[in-house]
């Protein structure tokens, strides 16, 4: 029988049972893929990660992210955690951890930036892998089919629905009012037929809503339920894809920068801060360890 550590932390949150839930196995040596598919189940959190050393000697540790049905190239609020969890430990694989990490991941290098409260880690700034790529338009009625929604509650005005990624792709849509996005539903076979219509590399349609609030300001909700996650708290990669598509939609030629509000409606609020400088996008937030034990495998 192996014994693997584990901890979790909640990601994108300032108090323990907000934010969203992420188990780290801080050494993932000696389990296979389907191991770590199996844990991720277990887990039931809309990801876990898995540390290994890294190939190239110049990088921090290879990360690989699971949601509970498959594995994934790139996900926000994981490399956020991981960091915060691996920050915490005086050493990784014989070297002694540092305040910049990089992490080989299926989508590229993922850098990142521990942040520090009175000298202790308290969360992290990742960047992401890749530039904006902004895929095919999306049918409002498509939209709001998954949604349970009506197609008159999903705006136009200033972007169609339309699919955006910086390592995973969402398919990302502004709402009229709170009221519309507090009322959506994922509706499971609508997901299936829109994954039909607008199959991608990683077969799995997710979708990203979002209200703007105010200057700066937006709340959103994430639904992947053909990834077995109905309704996901805080999704670091879809804030970034919504900060370069925002960021592009405003033409913004000096630093661009959103805070997004997340999880509300689930009560496990969520604040991510995404940022467009430098042609680069960087998603930022705090966490709070909650548990660690041991898996037996």
Known sequence: MKRVAFETVDVFAERRFGGNPLAVVTDARGLSAAEMQAVAREFNYSEST??????????????????????????????????????????????????VMRFEEDAGIVEVSLVRRAGEVAGARIRAPRTLALGEEIAPGVIAACASLSAGDVAVERHKPIVAS????????????????????????????????????????????????????????????????PEDPATGSASAALAGLLARLQRAEAAFQVTIEQGVEMGRPSVIEASVENGHIFVAGACVPVMHGMLML
């Open 166 to 229: 910086v390592g995973l792709p969402f398919a990302v849509a502004e709402l009229h009012s709170l009221d519309a996005l507090g009322r959506a539903t994922p509706d499971t076979a609508a997901f299936r037929a829109a994954e039909r219509l607008h199959h991608n590399e990683h077969d799995r349609f997710s979708l990203f809503l979002y209200v703007r609030t105010g200057a700066g300001r937006v709340r959103a909700r994430m639904f992947a339920p053909l990834s077995n996650v």
């Open 50 to 99: 898995f540390v290994l050393p890294p190939e190239d000697s110049a990088n921090t540790a290879r990360v690989r992210i699971f949601t509970p049905t498959n594995e994934v190239p790139f996900a926000g609020h994981p490399n956020v955690g991981t960091a915060f969890v691996l920050g915490r430990l005086a050493s990784l694989f014989g070297r002694a951890t540092t305040e």
